[in-house]
């Protein structure tokens, strides 16, 4: 990627605006300021210009362009990826968005979709034909970064991560061939595609496995944030023997303005219990009572919903445009002096929009392979994100302190490297997402299939 991107121009691009069938937004274009903007609005990067690919064919040209300019290239799929790895200066974007179409093949239990769909594109298509996938916690989140870096959600402990729904994927790789990655074709890079957090192509369709969910019992348990030590201890006690069809988040957060819980809390500091059942929610009520009916709440609300209106309960907490840093540690116990620094940090944090997301994995998650893809962390019980948020530039660097030393904090406990979809930074990406072995695996994979490092955020091997 050494020649020097800024070398272009309309001129230089022309070859390709006029190969595709979508458009190509250059700086100045109505519609580039917009494309060029990710979720989180700490990201502000110029790219050359912006491909908008209206089908697997697009991409084929617009990478064998990229390669044979020699120009850096990202791809944004849902533009979700706190690190703001779909875009970077001077490169030319691969813009997915287009191409979010999603089909049901429902006997079969089957959904085919495109690599710039979003979570809820999935929910709504899948919803009607009483079906669900697992989907992340947000339902704004891109269906394609989520799933190449494991795919934690809400029915991962039933359904398994996204990444064990996957059945193949259509990847356009470096030298612009379309190719099917699945467990009888390409199977080393289909490996790498689940959970090596991309890098590897693009992949311009998934298909995955469906499961007969409709609806769930799923809610929030309100306390004060004097109760989190208690209700941490209770957390680490209950969830190791919690059925598969339930899983857990604790969540340091503000008390919403909300009609079940007392005027006087409103904005406060709390911990909210949320919680998600997916099989018979008779069953469901007394197998999360140990957790939801803990201690004395503030208030409470959920009951039976679609699965879909659920998924959708938290994407208030995440607007797009808002600045954003996070970080994840993830552990193999939770003895009391972690619990005692996790909650000095997380009730204190410099800005009330952040929050802390206590996680547990086991059921389906635990019961993979752990060599069968390169998702390292699936044998871990738990993990902590730590979510900074401000909408304001003057806080930005405070909670992005708050959240390293959140993390430092929390290091004597925690095993080493972090989850891919959690990582702030892309240097956390490249470093800190796979075990020495795993970087070497991947790293084989990528020679193989992408010698130059055209799709790498950043130069290395």
Known sequence: ??????????????????????????????????????????????????????????????VKFAAMEHLPLTIRGGGH??????????????????????????PARVARVEGGALWRDVDAATQPHGLATTGGFVSSTGVGGLTLGGGVGWLMRHCGLAIDNLISADVVLADGRCVVASADQHADL????????????????????????SEVL????????????????????????TPEQGTFMLVFTLAPPAPFLPVHVHGQRVVALAYCWSGDPARGEHALAPLTGFGQPLGKVG????????????????????????????FDAFDDELIDALVAHASTPPDPLCEVHVHHLGGVVAAGRTDADAFV???????????????????????REWVRDLRSSLAPWARAGMQANFAGE??????????????????????????????LPVRGD
Not at 377 to 399: C, L, Q, S, W, Y
Request: charged share 20%; glycine share 10%.
């Open 218 to 241: 799923a809610g929030a348990v309100f306390h004060p944030i004097e109760a989190a030590p208690a209700l941490l201890r209770a957390f680490r006690e209950f969830t190791p023997t």
């Open 377 to 399: 962390h699936r044998d871990a019980p738990f993990f902590i994100n730590a979510i900074g948020h401000t909408a304001t530039v003057e806080k930005f660097a405070g909670v």
């Open 303 to 330: 009951g039976v919903m679609p699965y879909a209106a659920w998924q959708q309960s938290f994407d208030a907490h995440a607007p797009a445009g808002d600045r954003y840093y996070w970080a994840t540690s993830i």
């Open 426 to 455: 892309v240097g956390d990406w490249q470093a800190q997402t796979h075990d020495a072995a795993t970087r070497e695996r991947l790293k084989d994979v990528r020679r193989k299939y992408d010698p130059a490092g055209l799709f």
């Open 81 to 106: 990826n706190v690190a703001g790895l779909a875009v970077r200066d001077g490169a030319l974007m691969l813009d997915l968005g287009a191409m979010s179409r999603v089909e049901i093949d429902a």
């Open 190 to 213: 289909f490996w790498a595609l689940r959970g090596g957090a991309g890098g590897l192509g693009v992949v311009t369709r998934f298909v995955f496995r469906l499961h007969p969910i």
């Open 1 to 62: 990627m050494g020649t020097e991107s800024s070398r272009f121009g309309t001129q230089a691009l022309q070859p390709l605006a006029d190969a595709m069938r979508g458009s190509l937004l250059l700086p100045g274009h109505p519609d580039y300021e917009e494309r060029r903007r990710v979720w989180n609005g700490a990201i502000d990067r110029r790219p050359l210009a912006i491909a908008r690919c209206a089908d697997a064919e697009d991409v084929s040209i617009a």
